[in-house]
């Protein structure tokens, strides 16, 4: 396959996780917003931690009121990480490589750009950015159903779903980092938006029958082994991804994005909460998220900037050459 | 009102129809008899309930092409009608020879003016046209192509005259599009018309992916092993993207954009998740101006950055070779009779549309005083821009055409207005005669071969000549008839 072709996949399903990740969060703190925040500064402290952790300070910038924030985060068109710009790279994404997509994939991304370009996704708004964030939210879900019920899982498939995971562990990284602030314990209504933005609340309950502790909710989404957004759960994915993309078996690697995804994968395996816990939710949450950039990095590198590739085979070309001229005279 | 009332309402209108001979009553042509019945049988539902099935069978498909000038380009069907063109074989087995007569000359002529230039020396092309022409590539003087082959893909227009005889309009001896269209259409009327189709023993196009294919394999520069083509394209913001995804499909080849490429040590690799793959044979759609931007043009991104350096050292090679706009050119096609008589000592099977060639004292005069009954166009432009019909033209038109011509004669032709054949097509009012023209693919690899017919292109506006899609143009498939 073309390297620009799996570039362009990867990428489309990562920011489609994105926009969905970034609704999910918004959803969720927009309503505590209501309950505990009722001023402007309590507003904008409110919303604090979680900028920080998306990255997304440039939504709340000085002067503006803090009540700007969600339509920032959802409608800005010039800061990459809002709504509207996750959906526009990924459908432009999805237009580089429209005849390798279904066309239904293609209809659904479209759509769902065209409703933004339209102002009609601002006209619900006006209504109540609940309903907006809910059929992002559902564009994503249709986007992973059909790309997992209407395309051949080859490696074209393979590609779109190592964005998927490795966005999704970032996701969760994010989330968690709501959680890991300096001053101040988390409270209850902290560890509810944490699980709720990571749609984990009833499995969480299922699990640990409502008891609500900053060690269960991080055990959970850092170790669970079966639930689809836990880091280990994403990063076992991604590990076999990249696996069925080279065809190297599982326990070997033959790139450097294997051999990260393997080692943090043993990491996460093998480590013991209470150990995480003591030394602070955020060296591991550190740890973790610097892991997964490289590993998107390294993604990049081994399929589609190929360095090495291009270093050896330069190589090659001019002792081919040398011998040539050799044997000329 | 059903098709067969509209029928009798037919009118020739004094233009050579396809069709039908007007001696007394209207009559159709014996190979187009059963078309002509299946028509008198056609009730308007069926018309309707086809047509919906072309146009989403084209949608499906992609078969799109992009109109620029819209917000972010915006996907059109390219106009399908119903009605098909038909030709005897007997026709086309005339058209066939002349118009494969013609790309051994146009090849021969190419491959002399970028060797020893024996045709301007012996005074028949001056070497003033040839060195003026805007896309003669010194760079090529001295290079031998691969097969000596230039011209692999040559679409060539044809349009017929008001007593039907085939006449050459152009040549389009660059990037020629169409083909897709020529493919689908013939798939779309097999579906809409499976009995007429099947009783009328037509010949098939499939072929046309794997002659193509074959033609760029037979260019492959290293013989060790299957050839590794690619079409070159120049991404998803060109008019004619989905053409290029469709042809890759059909042959099994990467569609590739110019950073899909990388030039090493002269030779050209694609980037893939499999590694680099050395890359023999690129059938580019993309203009020699773009190809490469350390040679040609500096500022474009489309191209690989040491293209020609590979081709020039015989690593890669390109379809169509690099200067074949030199025999596209409009200057060049007055000459074409004579190189056919020159290269191969025979006369030209095809003729041309007389041509006044504006760099002449004698043509320009004439043409300047003439203006009202001429169709002028530019030397080198394509897709039916740069174009005055003086019948359809306004005096302001006209005075500035005048202009354009003083001040660059070299770059206007003008040619007598040549009332194009009409074929009965399906419009808002009824079935009525449009003008329509044919452009046949040839190819030639190891052989030169042409999917029997072309595309047909038609003037859905009524009275107008121009049959781009661009300009307002439509497409009908065109049959080529075994029996007659």
């Known amino acids: 396959m073309l390297s620009r072709v799996a570039d362009n996949l990867y990428w489309m399903a990562r920011h489609i996780e994105r926009a969905e990740g970034m609704s999910r969060m918004i959803q969720v703190r927009q309503g505590l917003a209501l309950e505990y925040a009722h001023n402007e500064e309590q507003l904008e402290l409110f919303w604090e931690p979680l900028l920080k952790a998306l990255c997304a300070e440039w939504a709340c910038e000085s002067g503006e009121p803090a009540g700007r924030v969600v339509r920032n985060l959802i409608f800005s068109e010039a800061a990459s990480g809002s709504i509207f710009s996750s959906i526009s790279l990924a459908r432009e994404n999805a237009r580089m490589v429209r005849d390798q997509l279904s066309e239904e994939l293609w209809v659904e991304l479209n759509n769902a750009y065209l409703f933004f370009r339209s102002g009609e996704a601002e006209d619900l708004y006006r209504q109540g950015s609940h309903q907006l964030l809910e059929k992002v939210i559902r564009f994503s879900l249709v986007f992973q159903g059909l790309s997992d019920a209407a395309i051949p899982h080859t490696e074209g498939w393979r590609f779109l779903s190592l964005g998927k995971y490795l966005e999704r562990a970032d996701l969760t990284c994010r989330m968690l980092n709501t959680l890991n602030l300096p001053a101040k314990r988390p409270t209850r209504a902290d560890l509810m938006s944490v699980l709720r933005g990571c749609v984990a609340l009833s499995a969480y309950r299922e699990k640990f029958h409502g008891n609500l502790s900053l060690r269960n909710v991080a055990g959970f989404l850092l170790f669970s082994k079966s639930f689809p957004r836990s880091v280990r759960f994403c990063l076992e994915h991604t590990d076999r991804n990249l696996h069925a993309i080279s065809e190297v078996p599982a326990g070997n690697f033959s790139n450097e994005a294997e051999r990260l995804t393997g080692a943090a994968l043993a990491r996460v395996n093998f480590t013991d909460l209470d150990n995480v816990l003591e030394k602070g939710l955020g060296e591991i949450l550190l740890e973790l998220q610097s892991t997964l950039t490289k590993i998107g990095q390294e993604v990049f590198e081994t399929y589609v900037l190929l360095p090495s590739e291009i270093k050896s085979l330069e190589k090659r070309l001019l002792v081919e050459r040398q011998e040539q001229a050799s044997q000329q005279q | ?484």
Not at chain 2, 50 to 78: H, K, M, N, P
């Open chain 2, 1 to 484: 009102m059903n098709t067969s009332a509209q029928l009798l309402e037919y009118a020739v209108e004094g233009f050579f129809d396809e069709m039908f001979v007007e001696d007394g009553g209207l009559r159709a042509r014996p190979h187009y008899q059963m078309i002509h019945d299946r028509l008198n049988r056609l009730t308007q539902e069926e018309i309707m309930e086809r047509r919906q099935q072309a146009d989403s069978s084209f949608l499906e498909r992609g078969i799109t092409f992009t109109v620029y000038g819209e917000e972010g380009g915006t996907e059109r069907i390219f106009p399908f009608d119903l009605i098909p063109r038909v030709i005897p074989e007997s026709e086309w087995r005339v058209v066939e020879s002349g118009l494969k007569q013609r790309i051994i000359a146009l090849n021969l002529f190419l491959n002399d003016v970028y060797h020893e230039g024996k045709i301007i020396k012996d005074g028949v092309v001056p070497e003033e046209v040839v060195r003026s022409s805007r896309h003669f590539r010194p760079d090529m003087s001295g290079f031998s192509v691969p097969r000596e082959v230039y011209l692999h893909v040559c679409g060539t227009d044809l349009i017929r005259d008001d007593q039907g005889n085939y006449l050459v309009l152009e040549d389009n001896a660059r990037c020629p599009s169409g083909a897709s269209y020529l493919l689908e259409n013939r798939e779309i009327m097999k579906r809409a018309f499976p009995q007429t189709f099947g009783g009328m023993s037509v010949r098939p196009v499939e072929a046309y992916p794997d002659l193509l294919l074959r033609a760029l394999e037979y260019l492959a520069p290293r013989d060790s092993q299957k050839p590794v083509c690619v079409l070159l394209s120049p991404g998803v913001y060109n008019s004619a993207y989905f053409e290029h995804t469709f042809l890759a499909r059909q042959m099994g080849i990467e569609i590739v954009e110019g950073k899909d490429l990388i030039c090493l040590d002269s030779r050209i690799f694609m980037r893939t998740t499999r590694g680099l793959v050395q890359v023999d044979v690129i059938y580019r759609r993309l203009d020699d101006d773009f190809l490469d931007p350390s040679f040609f043009r500096k500022d474009s991104l489309l191209g690989v950055p040491g293209l020609m350096n590979a081709y020039l050292s015989g690593n890669v090679s390109l379809a169509n070779a690099v200067g074949t706009g030199v025999a596209d050119d409009k200057v060049t096609y007055a000459y074409v009779p004579d190189m056919i008589r020159y290269y191969l000592n025979e006369d030209a099977i095809l003729q041309n549309v007389p041509t006044y060639l504006c760099w002449r004292d004698a043509d320009r005069s004439h043409v300047l005083e003439n203006l009202e009954k001429l169709v002028v166009k530019a030397a080198n432009e394509s897709g039916g821009y740069g174009m005055l019909i003086g019948s359809d033209s306004t005096s302001e038109q006209r005075e500035n055409f005048a202009r354009l011509i003083r001040a660059n004669p070299r770059e206007y032709v003008a040619q007598p207005i040549v009332s194009l054949s009409r074929h009965p097509t399906f419009c808002q009012e009824g079935i009525c005669g449009r003008h329509v023209d044919l452009r046949p693919f040839v190819l030639y690899g190891e052989d030169v071969e042409i999917v029997p017919g072309g595309l047909t292109r038609v003037a859905l506006r009524q009275g107008s000549l121009v049959v781009n899609s661009s300009q307002g143009g439509g497409s009908k498939d065109t049959w080529v008839l075994k029996d007659f």
